[in-house]
């Protein structure tokens, strides 16, 4: 069985959150999520400023979650909204 450790206190803060908000099972179903959405394209890079916006946007999100204001929505719902984005952005 492969254990993988999230080194960015960040990405830690998220996969937790993404646990503990309902959207997730376990952080095994978010990483798992994640994979998905790379393994249907492998790809897939983020620009620079993509890269700071999203880091912003998880900045809001984390601040949201520390006051308890969650949405409700599943994984699947997430992955929808990603792949848009993500075809949006490529073109396809």
Do not use: C, W, Y
């Not at 492969?2 to 960040?10: C, F, G, K, S, Y």
């Not at 959405?37 to 620079?48: E, G, K, M, N």
């Not at 601040?63 to 992955?79: G, H, L």
């Amino acid at each position: 069985m492969l254990h993988v450790a999230i080194r960015n206190t960040e990405l830690q803060r998220f996969v937790e959150e993404q646990v503990s908000s309902g959207h997730f099972h376990s952080a095994d179903d978010v990483v798992a999520a994640g994979l998905a959405l790379l393994r249907s394209d492998p790809d897939v890079t983020v620009p620079a400023k993509e890269l700071e916006e999203l880091q912003r946007e998880i900045g809001v999100g984390t601040e949201q979650a520390d006051r308890k204001q969650f949405s409700n929505f599943t994984a699947e719902d997430v992955i929808a909204e990603g792949m848009k984005k993500l075809n949006g952005r490529t073109g396809n």
